[in-house]
């Protein structure tokens, strides 16, 4: 088990594997296309997340109204022990979305002689330096990272003796739809494997005003988040978005249990992008992402319809958050 003096460990020569799988500017170029060309018109989600998004994302985490960080968080340490005591030894500990792996620093240090920590991120850059600060860290480690969209299909390396514990925390869950969610959930429990776990953040719902302030902070901060988006394009795709031309806006859809977020045109205004154009008339929305919230049991009648058996749920005191913790149905 991992303790306290053995974080603290010199550094070692040992380097993190790094299985180079990131999306291309290709794949980029044919998501954003297909987005502009649709009605209403979008920006895939995934693609937010390149070395400035990331480091975008992980201000807002620190952010006063962004409470799921630090909630789950809360959730994890209380029961870490029970967490551990539950998954058993010698475990792969495969994250998906790992962004700066600060989360799975409290699962570590709980596990029993973990064999293999594999982290999944979308940003390759961001993701080789988080990866190599959790192997200076934990020097027995073996830390073998994978920069891919974890929702496509590739393989995982060898688990070892024990079982694999997939964990996907910061409820991301929830940037897909139901629909998307049951089968991306599907396709989880195929490549974890029968009799494999996961730890899974879902954010429940609850008062708009909590959850608006949430995706729209009084810093501005998602707003940088999202408009780094046409940033992004105007970079890799040599794309010409006025970014002045749009604001970001959070806005609750109670009735359907998601946080719609988009960027509003303030104006009349075209974009240019592989030779074709697109306009925008003024108050027309670019849809970037959804963040779907749950009640205890919508979630977890979508996982059954998934393959997953609940094993136990942790909830926070004030009813914000919750980390499930599932098994793949034999």
């Known amino acids: 088990m991992y303790d306290a003096d053995h974080a603290r460990a010199p550094q070692s020569d040992r380097r993190a594997i790094l299985h180079d799988m990131e999306p291309t500017a290709d794949d980029f170029l044919g998501a954003a296309l297909k987005g502009l060309s649709s009605t209403p018109k979008a920006l895939p989600h995934r693609f937010l997340y390149d070395a400035e998004g990331s480091a975008l994302f992980d201000r807002i ?28 030894p010698n475990v792969q500990l495969v994250e998906l979305g790992s962004g700066s792996s600060v989360k799975v620093r409290i699962l570590l240090d709980a596990l029993d ?6 982290p999944i991120d979308i940003s390759r850059d961001h993701l080789a330096g988080a990866a190599q600060a959790i192997q200076d860290a934990y020097p027995d ?5 994978i920069a891919a969209d974890f929702a496509q299909p590739f393989d995982l ?8 514990v997939g964990f996907y925390p910061g409820s991301s869950i929830g940037n897909f739809t139901p629909a998307e969610a049951e089968s991306f959930l599907k396709l989880w429990a195929g490549r974890l494997g029968a009799g494999a776990m996961m730890l899974i953040g879902v954010d429940l719902q609850k008062d708009a005003s909590i959850l608006e302030a949430a995706y729209d902070d009084a810093q501005k901060v998602t707003a940088a988040f ?10 890799e795709l040599d794309a010409d978005f006025d970014l002045k031309a749009f604001r970001h806006e959070a806005r609750y859809r109670a009735d359907e249990g998601r946080v719609e977020i988009s960027l509003v045109a303030l104006k009349d205004t075209e974009v240019t992008l592989d030779g074709r154009r697109f306009t925008f008339e003024e108050g027309e929305r670019l849809h970037v992402e959804d963040s779907w919230k749950y009640t205890l049991p919508g979630f977890r009648a979508l996982a059954d319809r998934a393959g997953w058996e609940a094993e136990t749920v942790w909830i926070d005191p004030d009813g914000l958050f919750s980390v499930h913790m599932m098994r793949v149905r034999p």
């Open 61 to 88: 985490t620190r952010l006063p109204e962004y409470y799921p960080t630090r909630t789950e968080i809360g959730i994890l340490r209380d029961n870490a022990a029970d967490i551990a005591a539950r998954v058993g």
């Open 113 to 118: 002689n973990p064999y293999a920590y594999v």
């Open 141 to 145: 480690l073996r830390v073998e990272a």
């Open 157 to 164: 390396p060898p688990r070892g003796a024990g079982k694999r």
């Open 226 to 235: 999202s408009l780094n988006l046409l940033a992004r394009a105007n970079r």
